[in-house]
């Protein structure tokens, strides 16, 4: 186990930005994501569980829900397992937190507050290509924003790949600093400086009680029992591919079921949010052959 928290397991997550002891950690992550667009002032956490107006609609309960003092709500969550539906769940989401603002009676005029949700995807998926997607109610064929009650941010983690040297702005170490920080042995050299200094100081496992040890350390088995998980499934499907297409025969059969293999092999590895450098290297393949097996 690493001498700091993972923060993409449920507890870890949790712990650093969901507590009243550090929501100063959740309001400065707040204010670096948000930038100029918005200056957060003060927070305050929220109850998560949303239960519902009628028997047919479900619970909700997010990972982080909180409030800055005019109004406006955040929802921030972590994902780690891929779902096919996730970007409907988000909306979903917002929206709920919009019909939470409704009033009853003539003297509601529809005024809302704003509603942001920030997402962090430990995956990739369509139609999110890059790190960071910015979404927002706006003209089709203008662009301008026409609605700004409802945002969503969503953070494609494996899209980071930027090394410590190459972080230039708070955000870009903030995000470094998420996703290795379960890997460092000691506060990096910058960390002190500001708030990541508290950020790995709560991230100490040394702190935590033993019940919050417990809880920790079986958060931190279920995310890996999940990624083990996932590799396998990689390699079963890289394997069957192959076997599958050496099987077919001779000639144009061999040679069809290699590329089915091959085809079979980088839709697992596309599932499993590897990049297309890394699976033109694996499958000996250019990056344009790659996009245009998996666009067949």
Not at 100 to 106: P, T
Not at 249 to 277: F, H, S, V
Request: overall charge negative; proline content about 3%.
């Amino acid at each position: 186990m690493g001498k700091f928290m993972n923060p993409f397991t449920d507890v870890g997550f949790k712990h650093l930005f969901g507590r009243e002891v550090s929501k100063d950690l959740l309001l400065e992550l707040l204010r670096v994501i948000l930038g100029d667009e918005r200056r957060v002032k003060r927070i305050s956490l929220l109850n998560k569980e949303k239960v519902p107006k009628s028997m047919d609609q479900k619970v909700v309960i997010y990972d982080i829900l909180c409030e800055d003092e005019d109004g406006t709500k955040f929802i921030v969550e972590i994902q780690n397992q891929y779902q096919d539906y996730f970007l409907d769940r988000a909306l979903y989401y917002l929206c709920r937190m919009i019909d939470e603002q409704g009033l009853k009676g003539s003297a509601w005029n529809y005024e809302i507050y704003p509603v942001y949700g920030i997402f962090f995807l430990n995956f990739k998926i369509a139609p999110l290509t890059k790190f960071r997607t910015d979404v927002i109610l706006a003209d089709r064929e203008t662009g301008k924003m026409v609605n700004s009650k409802m945002r969503h941010i969503y953070l494609s983690l494996p899209y980071f790949t930027k090394q410590e040297n190459e972080c230039e702005t708070d955000f870009d170490r903030w995000i470094y600093l998420l996703k290795n920080m379960d890997s460092f042995k000691e506060i990096p050299e910058y960390a002190p400086k500001s708030v990541f200094g508290k950020i790995l100081e709560v991230a100490n496992v040394a702190s935590l009680s033993p019940e919050e040890r417990l809880e920790y350390d079986q958060a931190l088995k279920h995310y890996r029992d999940y990624n083990n998980t996932m590799h396998t499934q990689y390699r079963q499907g890289k394997e069957k591919g192959l076997a599958e297409g050496e099987a077919i025969g001779l000639a144009k059969g061999l040679a069809e079921g290699k590329a089915k293999g091959i085809r079979q092999m980088l839709q697992n590895m596309q599932e499993m949010g590897i990049d297309i450098t890394t699976m033109a290297k694996i499958a000996k393949l250019s990056e344009a052959e790659v996009t245009n097996i998996l666009q067949e």
